[in-house]
């Protein structure tokens, strides 16, 4: 809290609307979710020969995709300590401190000798660093969303909360144009030299820029009613395990589907399409930056439409659209033909969206405002670890055993159909009108 209070004496919070709140959580998430990006990016490009040279290079990529993991299972432990403090000290304090987390880590990497120069200490360090970005991630997510939700007007609730949502294709967006311009104006010598770097050290502009924005907004109403009317929990995830266990459980399973097609999209087929089926690196970043686009647009439109129209319509059509991606998806990029894997990664983002979008207001009727943060964490980011923190990993290990995608569609249509289930179950049991 301290951090917060001395960064805030050069700029003054001030009472905002709406629509500028939102925008600075689209803003923070996107540069957290950047930082968190270029780490995948770096793992499917780079980091194999960099920090595992001594193994082959599919154990390298595994192992890359290995510390890659770390990070998912940091953010449950991030979610958990800044949701308490966030359902007691407030939402905006834990946004500065999440930001400020990620982005020293991010430096960190940036600056790391690797395991020619300092041997095994490279990958202790890598594994480190990507772990602090995890706990850093972890406690975003859960503030983003809610000081953009509490601040909402009625009947708008979705829409709002969909700007940290969209922070994420953001991210990714710019974390592909990064990694394009990067790849397409170096050598692969270059690149492994000092390119790679580039990214990461210049997280730190972003950051500085994201923690002004963010120390401008105001706290949000619900959590300032809290205050006044001295509402606080003292153990805000003891009260959330014991009233709503099943509301944390059904919201985890609900995002373990969308969470692993999203990470097969952005990280894994990156590593697949270049190693496995020998295509362009700079054509899949094209790709699969178009996509993003696609993915961004429909977010904020899916939740304007739940708005007006319910979400149970939305999300239903969404996590059935998911299933059917799962089963498409590798089929069509194994055929190699460019319109084919475009194609496959269009649809993919457009269901994506359509999931992704709504589910952020979802979460957050899921629990009371004494305990949202601490609930609407919990849920989303056990969901993260078993859907995207499993995926690249468990689809590497897939492939690398079978040389076949088949288990990998196999696994993906299993998870998406859980997914399904949980999104019918919890659009039952919402139990907070936020309006």
């Known amino acids: 809290m301290t951090i917060d209070r001395n960064l805030s004496e050069a700029v003054t919070p001030q009472r905002v609307r709406p629509p500028r709140v939102a925008t600075a959580s689209f803003i923070g998430t996107a540069i957290e979710w950047y930082d968190y990006f270029i780490y995948g990016m770096a793992a499917a490009i780079a980091f194999g020969p960099l920090f595992f040279p001594t193994v082959s290079p599919a154990a390298g990529t595994l192992a890359s995709f290995a510390t890659y993991s770390v990070g998912f299972a940091a953010r449950p432990i991030g979610g958990i300590v800044m949701g308490h403090f966030g359902d007691r000290v407030g939402r905006k304090s834990m946004l500065v401190i999440s930001l400020l987390t990620m982005g020293l880590a991010t430096v960190g990497i940036g600056l790391l000798p690797t395991y020619a120069t300092i041997g095994v200490w490279a990958p202790v360090l890598l594994v480190t660093l990507r772990f602090i970005q995890g706990l850093g991630v972890g406690g975003e997510w859960g503030g983003a969303v809610l000081m953009a939700v509490e601040h909402a007007p009625d009947r708008k609730k979705a829409f709002y909360g969909s700007f940290p949502q969209m922070g994420v294709p953001g991210g990714l967006i710019v974390a592909n144009l990064v990694f394009l311009g990067l790849t397409t104006n170096l050598s692969s010598d270059a690149f ?84 496995g089926l020998g295509l362009s690196r700079n054509l899949i970043l094209t790709f699969t930056l178009i996509a993003s686009f696609v993915w961004l647009a429909v977010i904020p439109w899916a939740s304007a439409y739940s708005d007006r129209n319910g979400k149970r319509r939305v999300l239903m059509v969404g996590s059935i659209g998911l299933v059917g991606c799962a089963i498409i998806l590798f089929p069509l990029v194994d055929t190699a033909e460019s319109p084919l894997i475009l194609l ?92």
């Open 192 to 275: 492994l030299s000092w390119g790679w770097r580039v990214p990461f050290l210049a997280s730190a502009v972003m950051v500085i820029a994201g923690l002004v924005i963010r120390l401008t907004i105001s706290e949000s109403p619900d959590f300032e009613a809290i205050k006044q009317t001295r509402s606080e929990q003292r153990m805000p995830l003891v009260v959330v395990l014991r009233e709503s266990w099943r509301e944390v459980g059904l919201s985890a399973g609900a995002f373990i589907g969308i969470n692993a097609v999203g990470y097969i999209f952005m990280a894994y087929l990156l590593a697949y399409t270049t190693a």
């Open 344 to 435: 496959a990664l269009l649809v993919t983002a457009v269901f994506m969206g359509l999931v992704y979008g709504p589910i952020a207001a979802l979460f957050s009727g899921l629990f009371k405002a004494e305990v949202r943060y601490s609930g609407a964490s919990l849920g989303y980011q056990l969901g993260a670890i078993l859907g995207g923190g499993l995926a690249p990993i468990v689809a590497t290990a897939l492939y690398d055993n079978w040389s076949s995608t088949t288990p990998i569609t196999i696994y993906l249509t299993a998870v998406t159909l859980i997914s399904l289930g949980c999104v019918w179950v919890l659009m039952r049991r919402q139990r907070v009108d936020l309006t």
